[in-house]
């Protein structure tokens, strides 16, 4: 059978199986979500060993943290709410409540649901969502990424062990599959990617009207503000920066910092990076570069900023040579005042390269990141109540940390979700829940509103 027809052949059979099954009861879904969660602890090594063969090397004890208990940690929270997520929120209906009317919202499952994954966490960015689309009560069609063959490939075998087809369906493959995935008449879509593939996934969701979340990436800034501990702030940078050696989707992507802070920053981050990776060419806990095309990319980017004289910080402890080695690592790079017209600054950097922009005021930062695409994450370090609040006023992003790096996508109790090109909608948690389900609205009308009503029909007069 040709790949799209199993995948039509698949939608229908999950249809099928939805309707059948009607809303499912909170114990069905719960059971659907243990099942994801005993998946990911029983497997958890060779997941991370699949993962670290698909990215040439990743440190095991950050696949353990960044893709199986980042995954089990939504699915555990869905299944312990979602009992109360479930029941029907009450609405004012007033002045018709005075008389006995009432107003709910009813959450029903929508169906199937489609999801399309990207390769930077494999197992983390398949498995959370399924914490609110299972909550939810749906079932899933999953695509997940090429990048990384092996997790791919084994995820789809741990899926078909725990689940029926019916409830999960995985199709491997790259762009040509992707392309057929997206043109099914889903009841929703949800795309993590990045933002040039999402507008082809939203143009092919159009044509059957299908509702689309889309997770995209970016451009990040980070604003080192007043009174920011310049070594705290430089080790979360660089913490956040080398965690999966970057190519995270909120990694922080280029910062801002006040000109005399400059070269203490620089110290700190140098020290840190000391600190953390004495090493890097063979620390295992130091991640390589996904492959050789985005290996390039990220060197080019250096290359084309040293071609145009700028000052260029390797931190590189050791001093080692990465010019011949087995994996595709780059050591953490600084860039110092990049002009606008380069490549780094003109796309999502996804790796360990860092621009650093001065300013002399605040203002500055603000007017650049205001005329560039809405990010989907901002990092304000400071202690300044004033200047955070203009920040926070005056910027649009998807999420904001303060005095932190990332961390607010840790939290289940905050939607997830980008803004502009940065993406479309939120999922985690409760609003993961409403976004994969169908939020209906009933009225109740009462007895003696029925009665009144009736003098507002014709004849009029
Ligand atoms: P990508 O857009 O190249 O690919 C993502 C997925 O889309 C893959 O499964 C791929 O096979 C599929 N795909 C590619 N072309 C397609 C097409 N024409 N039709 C349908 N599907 C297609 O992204 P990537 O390189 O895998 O991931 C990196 C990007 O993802 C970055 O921009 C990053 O910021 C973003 N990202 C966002 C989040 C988030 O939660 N917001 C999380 C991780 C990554």
């Keep these: 059978m040709d790949i799209h027809k199993e995948m039509v052949t698949a939608l229908e059979r999950q249809r099928i199986a939805s309707k059948v099954e009607g809303n499912p009861t909170a114990e069905t879904r719960i059971d659907r979500i243990n099942r994801a969660i005993s998946l990911l602890q029983t497997n958890s090594k060779i997941l991370c060993e699949a993962m670290s063969a698909d990215f040439g090397h990743r440190s095991k004890h950050q696949s353990r943290m960044t893709d199986i208990t980042a995954a089990v940690l939504p699915l555990k929270h869905a299944a312990k709410n979602l009992r109360r997520w479930m029941k029907p929120e009450k609405r004012s209906t007033f002045p018709f409540s005075l008389l006995g009317a009432r107003g709910e919202i009813q959450y029903q499952a929508l169906g199937v649901v489609g999801v399309i994954t990207p390769w930077n ?261 400071g202690n300044n109540k004033e200047e955070r609040e203009k920040i926070l006023r005056e910027t649009i992003s998807g999420g904001v940390t303060v005095n932190d790096v990332i961390m607010h996508v840790t939290q289940e109790e905050l939607p997830f979700g980008g803004v502009g090109a940065s993406g479309m909608g939120v999922y985690h948690g409760y609003d993961g829940f409403k976004t994969f389900s169908h939020g209906k609205s009933v009225y109740h009308q009462s007895k003696l509103l029925a009665k009144l009503t009736r003098l507002l029909n014709p004849p009029y007069g």
Excluded: W
């Design 121 to 381: 966490f494999p197992v983390q960015l398949t498995f959370s969502p399924l914490a609110g689309i299972f909550a939810a009560g749906n079932r899933i069609m999953l695509k997940p990424s090429e990048f990384t063959p092996c997790t791919s490939e084994l995820i789809q075998k741990l899926i078909r062990c725990r689940y029926d087809e019916e409830e999960i369906a995985v199709f491997l493959g790259g762009t040509d599959v992707g392309n057929i995935f997206s043109s099914l008449p889903f009841d929703h879509l949800l795309f993590t990617g990045s933002t040039n593939v999402a507008k082809r996934i939203m143009k092919a969701a159009a044509e059957n009207l299908v509702p689309v979340t889309l997770e995209l990436g970016g451009k990040s800034p980070v604003i080192i503000g007043k009174n920011a501990n310049i070594k705290q702030s430089a080790r979360s940078i660089m913490a956040g920066k080398t965690l999966n050696a970057g190519q995270i989707c909120l990694a922080p992507d280029y910062l801002f910092i006040q000109e005399r802070d400059k070269e203490n920053f620089l110290k700190a981050s140098r020290e840190c990076i000391t600190t953390m990776y004495p090493t890097l060419r063979s620390n295992p806990d130091y991640t390589s570069v996904i492959n050789r095309n985005h290996y390039e990319r990220l060197n080019s980017y250096v290359k084309e900023a040293k071609s145009a004289g700028l000052e260029v910080i390797e931190l590189n402890s050791a001093d080692e040579d990465f010019n011949h080695q087995s994996h595709y690592r780059i050591p953490p790079t600084l860039i110092i005042n990049p002009t606008d017209d380069l490549r780094v600054m003109q796309e999502e950097i996804f790796g360990p390269i860092l621009p650093i922009k001065t300013y002399t005021d605040i203002g500055e930062s603000l007017e650049y990141i205001n005329k560039h695409a809405r990010p989907l994450g901002l990092y304000y370090f």
